[in-house]
């Protein structure tokens, strides 16, 4: 017999992932609507993120308001050193030259990480109840409750941020078309560097939340694959789609767990997001949202 109240305890806790889900695919729209390449390693600056945050609770013994403003202030020069000392050299390469870095930066944060901050998984405490929080029939973790809002709060700021203010829409300027933004005197390059340091940003809270809810290890990278079909469904182009497609994989991804997992022992959760995805790309490939692009050759 269909279980109308666990569908909806599924479906409530798919949305509070499926808005972290979204909090982390919007660093690679901020990239990709910039400059055209997806960043690759941008599972692994969330784990540096943690690491951070980590680093300053644990070894320095900061307290918590001030270890996370270290956190995002930290990941923004990381985001702006990355642009100017890596990737602005590749200006007017081949595209596949700037995807090419990021997956080799991955690659090298993935390595470095243990060396400096160990091997194992270390708690990201937040300063915030254990118990569940109840609303009616549903017991919602705290943690992901905070972490929805978190992410739902600066999905928000973003989508006003490139829809009214000047820098936002200069920044769609430069994704649109970076050779007439120069003719128009926008300076491409400061933009390239402000949607990196924005991707920065996006880290460092991604950190903090998915930190919070899995611990902070070399694994923690891990969530910016998970998060890869959340942005080919929406749109890479697209803030409302990682919005949306975020909810799609969420929601989804508790769904196979709670009715599929059962039936066949397990592990369903992990690849649904994937049939998604490509089934997505052989219907749409440029995602729900997209901008539908045709180039003649």
Do not use: C
């Not at 960043?39 to 918590?64: C, K, R, S, Y």
């Not at 118990?131 to 017991?139: A, D, H, K, Q, R």
């Not at 902070?216 to 749109?235: E, Y």
């Amino acid at each position: 017999m269909f279980d109308w109240g666990f569908t909806l305890a599924l479906v409530t806790n798919g949305v509070l992932i499926g808005l972290m889900y979204s909090l982390i695919a919007l660093g690679f729209v901020l990239v990709y609507k910039a400059t055209d390449a997806i960043n690759f390693a941008q599972g692994e600056f969330v784990m540096l993120a943690g690491f951070i945050i980590t680093g300053m609770l644990l070894l320095a013994g900061a307290p918590f308001w001030l270890s996370v403003p270290v956190a995002v202030l930290g990941m923004v020069a990381f985001g702006f050193g990355l642009e100017r000392v890596v990737l602005r050299p590749l200006i007017g390469r081949p595209i596949i030259a700037v995807i090419m870095a990021t997956i080799g930066l991955a690659t090298v944060l993935r390595g470095a990480a243990p060396l400096f901050f160990g091997a194992e998984t270390q708690a990201l405490p937040l300063p915030i109840p254990d118990e569940p929080i109840v609303l009616g029939p549903f017991s919602l973790p705290p943690g992901q409750v905070v972490g929805a809002l978190l992410s739902l709060g600066f999905l928000a700021a973003f989508s006003w941020f490139f829809l009214k203010s000047r820098m936002g829409v200069a920044m769609r300027a430069v994704a649109d078309n970076q050779q007439v933004a120069m003719a128009m005197g926008i300076n491409v390059e400061r933009y390239f560097a402000i949607a990196w340091g924005m991707a920065g940003i996006v880290a460092a809270l991604g950190g903090l939340a998915w930190g919070a809810l899995l611990g902070v290890d070399v694994h923690l990278a891990l969530v910016g694959l998970k998060v890869f079909p959340v942005v080919i469904l929406g749109g890479l182009d697209s803030v409302l789609g990682a919005i949306v497609g975020g909810l799609i994989v969420g929601i989804v991804e508790n769904l196979a767990a709670g009715y599929l997992d059962p039936l066949v022992g397990g592990g369903t959760k992990d690849f649904a997001p994937y049939v998604l995805m490509i089934l997505m790309l052989m219907i749409r490939p440029y995602g729900i949202f997209g901008k539908r692009r045709i180039e003649r050759v």
